[in-house]
């Protein structure tokens, strides 16, 4: 499994934001992306911090590869993306208190996030440090693209805000559901339904001019 | 419905009239529907003919637009869409904004019919899905109920009808002063569970209550219920299961319980339990079909009915009870299958 | 993670590697976990001190001096830094005791609540609560922070001494939603009993050992000494 290649491939990094996203393709981590969506601003903080465990946990377990035996992997990962994530922890209590104490246990559960176990597994232990943390970077972006979409939507129909900032006039009538769980569910099968309409037209716009470059 | 002939037929056997079509049946209900209708606007005004034409409208532009993003064929031919817009305004209270009704109206049909593959397929009743869904978006205004038979109704809107889109409905009370007597928009039901208040069962009877647009009269709806049934376009045994088991079970509670239960009639006669049982707990896809089964539905949401209106935090508890029965129903239908006739019950074989 | 394809045992890798890695892995992590550990620490301390005075002024009311005293034994005197066992004395503009407050804590649904309660020694009753801590479920278990009627239980919660100041006559006690007869007892919120047991625990055991301390000493508190 030893890979020599050193090139940096960028694609990848594109692959976690739209062909691989975490959520809106692969349904992975569902837990924070239900639950810590309630407003834009959890929902990119919950995002960034989850990327950067992820990008730095990526780096750790690439560098480390050789090293790792294989009957001790998912211990040794779990021991470095649970270090990321009390850094995380730390940080966040320290510059972003308020948002700490709202996301509360869901910042600890980064550790459990299958997104981070994910790629530490699939990826980062099989390509090079640089690839790796390209790689780490993208699904983390995508990540955040995805919670962000899901934070903006339940926020401005839930409280009329986006990143707390009032939008509409104060007679706004704020649709309880939306930050309740259930408008989690709610919002999350609506933007896996435009995605996946997206997606699919782009597909047959695509076998479309296939089908028309062969006529010719 | 059938046509003059002016030739002579001559059919050889069987001479079997055929079962009702699909849209025969709903034409059918919705003519049901149009008399408790007609006294919804009668005894709320231009607001609740406002709010039906409104939501139905809403819920047929929905099941149009879906139908032509899908590429499927017209389906609003076939009154169901009519029938959920119907329904879902009747269960609303009269003032509530038209905007509200526009997203009830788009939730039910697109989250309660076309997700789960259009008209046959749903699981729940549509209508009692767009319900609940503006029932915990908008738990204000859903439960803000406007007096009956207002002097004014049919000269102006009820101040939250015509909210603008997105904004917080204005408080009724400003339009508590065509009010007769004292204003108090409180229901039957919310009047006994939160004020001790027990409302005259001949009011309910006849409707002289606050409450839903549609839901307020037991005897008018009972009467186009039967129109139903005796048409044979309605299974008869889920109402008569669920109002029994409603009737029952608030019996058991006012003779163990204490006389602070209401009495079976009240229990009967007050909040949406009639429409609910005769209208929506009927819906033909959510409910199982086996002739043991449709008693077992009704009498569970009957009695579900009456636990959440006694121990629940809300007054009224007939939409959940009726969406948790629609949940259940495919398992009841599953355990109440009927033996074929001759077969044998499968031993497990050593 | 691979098969072995001629037929023979796959190479096993001997314990002391593994542990080997492992503890590299482990001291690497160590290090990075104690760095932002010492990074953060100043401004969390911070934090928490400005939490725990904005938390002490909602308590104790009216507050225009808040001093810090500590229990050790059976003295009472002004905390130090380094002391436990702390507990905080308001008083008005001109030097009166107007209340006190001390720092309860329970286990709830998830790690410990730790709570503020104001105590006025007046009616010897809690007339306020606020929550430090809290992990519980968001919604459900926080609302002990945000109930209103949960927080009404707080304005005169009794907490009086036996007549012979040697501990709480009544402990305080969270009983089931609705069930509330005694001024002592706290009316849970439904859906939200553990936490509201945690709340109930922690007052328990705070008021249990600094009460009695406390008024003894009440004095000597009222002097401002």
């Given at each position: 499994m030893k890979t020599t290649d050193t090139t940096i491939d960028f694609g990848t990094f594109w692959e976690g934001v739209w062909k691989e996203n975490p959520v809106f393709v692969m349904m992975l981590g569902m837990c924070p992306t239900l639950a810590v969506t309630s407003s834009a601003t959890n929902a990119l903080v919950m995002g960034v911090s989850t990327a950067f465990v992820l990008v730095c946990s990526g780096a750790l377990v690439?560098?480390?590869?050789?090293?790792?035996?294989?009957?001790?992997?998912?211990?040794?990962?779990?021991?470095?993306?649970?270090?990321?994530?009390?850094?995380?922890?730390?940080?966040?209590?320290?510059?972003?208190?308020?948002?700490?104490?709202?996301?509360?246990?869901?910042?600890?559960?980064?550790?459990?996030?299958?997104?981070?176990?994910?790629?530490?597994?699939?990826?980062?232990?099989?390509?090079?440090?640089?690839?790796?943390?390209?790689?780490?970077?993208?699904?983390?972006?995508?990540?955040?693209?995805?919670?962000?979409?899901?934070?903006?939507?339940?926020?401005?129909?839930?409280?009329?805000t986006l990143f707390g900032v009032h939008l509409f006039s104060a007679h706004f009538q704020p649709w309880l559901v939306m930050v309740l769980p259930p408008g989690g569910f709610f919002v999350l099968g609506g933007w896996l339904l435009l995605f996946n309409w997206l997606k699919q037209r782009v597909a047959s716009a695509g076998t479309l001019q296939e089908e028309t470059a062969r006529a010719q | 419905m059938s046509k003059p002939q002016p030739t002579i037929e001559l059919r050889t056997s069987p001479h079997i009239k055929s079962a009702p079509t699909v849209e025969q049946i709903m034409r059918n209900v919705v003519f049901a529907l149009l008399p408790i209708s007609a006294f919804a606007v009668y005894e709320f005004g231009i607001s609740a003919l406002a709010l039906i034409l409104t939501v139905t409208g809403s819920c047929l532009l929905t099941e149009h637009l879906f139908n032509r993003a899908g590429e499927k064929p017209n389906s609003l031919r076939d009154w169901s869409a009519a029938i959920t817009g119907l329904l879902l305004a009747l269960t609303l209270p009269p003032g509530f904004p038209l905007w509200m009704g526009v997203v009830a109206g788009f939730v039910a049909i697109a989250l309660g019919k076309v997700l789960f593959g259009g008209l046959g397929f749903n699981v729940f009743n549509p209508a009692l899905v767009g319900r609940a869904f503006v029932q915990a978006a908008f738990p204000v205004a859903i439960t803000t109920w406007t007096p009956p038979l207002a002097p004014g109704r049919f000269l102006e809107f009820i101040p939250s009808t015509l909210t603008a889109p997105f904004m917080t409905p204005p408080s009724v009370a400003a339009w508590s002063h065509h009010a007769v007597d004292a204003f108090s928009g409180a229901t039957p039901l919310g009047l006994w569970k939160f004020?001790?208040?027990?409302?005259?069962?001949?009011?309910?009877?006849?409707?002289?209550?606050?409450?839903?647009?549609?839901?307020?009269?037991?005897l008018l709806i009972l009467v186009c219920g039967a129109y139903l049934a005796a048409r044979r376009m309605m299974d008869w045994r889920i109402p008569a299961a669920m109002l029994g088991t409603a009737a029952l079970t608030a019996l058991a509670f006012r003779l163990f319980g204490g006389s602070h239960y209401p009495t079976p009639l009240f229990v009967l006669f007050s909040g949406g339990?009639?429409?609910?049982?005769?209208?929506?707990?009927?819906?033909?896809?959510?409910?199982?079909?086996?002739?043991?089964?449709?008693?077992?539905?009704?009498?569970?949401?009957?009695?579900?009915?009456?636990?959440?209106?006694?121990?629940?935090?809300?007054?009224?508890?007939?939409?959940?009870?009726?969406?948790?029965?629609?949940?259940?129903?495919?398992?009841?239908?599953?355990?109440?299958?009927?033996?074929?006739?001759?077969?044998?019950?499968?031993?497990?074989?050593? | 993670?691979?098969?072995?394809?001629?037929?023979?045992?796959?190479?096993?890798?001997?314990?002391?590697?593994?542990?080997?890695?492992?503890?590299?892995?482990?001291?690497?992590?160590?290090?990075?976990?104690?760095?932002?550990?010492?990074?953060?620490?100043?401004?969390?301390?911070?934090?928490?001190?400005?939490?725990?005075?904005?938390?002490?002024?909602?308590?104790?009311?009216?507050?225009?001096?808040?001093?810090?005293?500590?229990?050790?034994g059976d003295t009472v005197h002004l905390a130090e830094p380094g002391d436990t066992n702390r507990f905080y004395a308001g008083y008005d503009a001109k030097g009166k005791l107007i209340g006190l407050a001390g720092k309860a804590a329970a286990p709830g649904y998830a790690d410990l609540i730790i709570l503020l309660y104001g105590y006025n020694p007046k009616c010897q009753c809690i007339n306020g609560v606020s929550v430090l801590q809290d992990h519980d479920t968001p919604g459900f278990g926080t609302k002990v922070a945000t109930d209103?009627?949960?927080?009404?239980?707080?304005?005169?919660?009794?907490?009086?001494?036996?007549?012979?100041?040697?501990?709480?006559?009544n402990p305080i006690v969270t009983v089931k939603h609705g069930t509330k007869r005694h001024p002592w007892q706290i009316d849970a919120i439904s859906g939200a009993t553990i936490s509201s047991t945690a709340v109930g625990t922690a007052l328990r055991r705070g008021t249990g050992s600094l009460l009695p301390a406390l008024m003894r000493h009440l004095a000597q508190i009222e002097a401002q000494r």
């Amino acid at each position: 499994m030893k890979t020599t290649d050193t090139t940096i491939d960028f694609g990848t990094f594109w692959e976690g934001v739209w062909k691989e996203n975490p959520v809106f393709v692969m349904m992975l981590g569902m837990c924070p992306t239900l639950a810590v969506t309630s407003s834009a601003t959890n929902a990119l903080v919950m995002g960034v911090s989850t990327a950067f465990v992820l990008v730095c946990s990526g780096a750790l377990v690439s560098m480390l590869r050789y090293l790792i035996p294989k009957e001790v992997r998912i211990a040794t990962y779990i021991v470095i993306i649970a270090t990321f994530v009390t850094i995380v922890s730390y940080v966040l209590q320290a510059y972003a208190p308020e948002i700490y104490k709202v996301l509360g246990v869901f910042v600890d559960l980064i550790v459990v996030n299958c997104i981070i176990l994910g790629r530490a597994e699939a990826y980062a232990s099989k390509n090079s440090v640089l690839r790796s943390v390209v790689n780490a970077a993208g699904m983390g972006a995508g990540f955040t693209f995805a919670l962000l979409c899901l934070g903006a939507v339940r926020e401005i129909l839930g409280s009329g805000t986006l990143f707390g900032v009032h939008l509409f006039s104060a007679h706004f009538q704020p649709w309880l559901v939306m930050v309740l769980p259930p408008g989690g569910f709610f919002v999350l099968g609506g933007w896996l339904l435009l995605f996946n309409w997206l997606k699919q037209r782009v597909a047959s716009a695509g076998t479309l001019q296939e089908e028309t470059a062969r006529a010719q | 419905m059938s046509k003059p002939q002016p030739t002579i037929e001559l059919r050889t056997s069987p001479h079997i009239k055929s079962a009702p079509t699909v849209e025969q049946i709903m034409r059918n209900v919705v003519f049901a529907l149009l008399p408790i209708s007609a006294f919804a606007v009668y005894e709320f005004g231009i607001s609740a003919l406002a709010l039906i034409l409104t939501v139905t409208g809403s819920c047929l532009l929905t099941e149009h637009l879906f139908n032509r993003a899908g590429e499927k064929p017209n389906s609003l031919r076939d009154w169901s869409a009519a029938i959920t817009g119907l329904l879902l305004a009747l269960t609303l209270p009269p003032g509530f904004p038209l905007w509200m009704g526009v997203v009830a109206g788009f939730v039910a049909i697109a989250l309660g019919k076309v997700l789960f593959g259009g008209l046959g397929f749903n699981v729940f009743n549509p209508a009692l899905v767009g319900r609940a869904f503006v029932q915990a978006a908008f738990p204000v205004a859903i439960t803000t109920w406007t007096p009956p038979l207002a002097p004014g109704r049919f000269l102006e809107f009820i101040p939250s009808t015509l909210t603008a889109p997105f904004m917080t409905p204005p408080s009724v009370a400003a339009w508590s002063h065509h009010a007769v007597d004292a204003f108090s928009g409180a229901t039957p039901l919310g009047l006994w569970k939160f004020q001790g208040i027990v409302v005259s069962t001949s009011d309910l009877f006849t409707g002289m209550s606050a409450g839903s647009a549609g839901e307020t009269s037991a005897l008018l709806i009972l009467v186009c219920g039967a129109y139903l049934a005796a048409r044979r376009m309605m299974d008869w045994r889920i109402p008569a299961a669920m109002l029994g088991t409603a009737a029952l079970t608030a019996l058991a509670f006012r003779l163990f319980g204490g006389s602070h239960y209401p009495t079976p009639l009240f229990v009967l006669f007050s909040g949406g339990l009639m429409l609910g049982a005769l209208f929506m707990a009927t819906d033909m896809v959510a409910s199982p079909l086996t002739p043991l089964g449709v008693w077992i539905y009704g009498a569970v949401m009957g009695f579900i009915t009456v636990i959440i209106r006694y121990f629940g935090g809300l007054p009224e508890g007939v939409m959940y009870a009726i969406l948790l029965g629609n949940a259940l129903s495919p398992l009841i239908a599953l355990i109440t299958q009927p033996r074929v006739y001759g077969a044998r019950r499968e031993r497990s074989k050593p | 993670m691979s098969v072995p394809s001629n037929g023979m045992a796959p190479t096993q890798t001997s314990s002391a590697a593994m542990i080997r890695v492992l503890g590299l892995v482990a001291m690497i992590s160590g290090l990075l976990i104690v760095t932002a550990y010492e990074a953060t620490k100043g401004t969390i301390a911070d934090y928490n001190r400005q939490q725990l005075e904005l938390a002490v002024r909602q308590v104790i009311p009216g507050a225009a001096t808040i001093r810090t005293y500590a229990v050790a034994g059976d003295t009472v005197h002004l905390a130090e830094p380094g002391d436990t066992n702390r507990f905080y004395a308001g008083y008005d503009a001109k030097g009166k005791l107007i209340g006190l407050a001390g720092k309860a804590a329970a286990p709830g649904y998830a790690d410990l609540i730790i709570l503020l309660y104001g105590y006025n020694p007046k009616c010897q009753c809690i007339n306020g609560v606020s929550v430090l801590q809290d992990h519980d479920t968001p919604g459900f278990g926080t609302k002990v922070a945000t109930d209103s009627a949960f927080l009404a239980n707080f304005t005169a919660l009794d907490a009086r001494l036996r007549p012979d100041e040697s501990a709480v006559a009544n402990p305080i006690v969270t009983v089931k939603h609705g069930t509330k007869r005694h001024p002592w007892q706290i009316d849970a919120i439904s859906g939200a009993t553990i936490s509201s047991t945690a709340v109930g625990t922690a007052l328990r055991r705070g008021t249990g050992s600094l009460l009695p301390a406390l008024m003894r000493h009440l004095a000597q508190i009222e002097a401002q000494r």
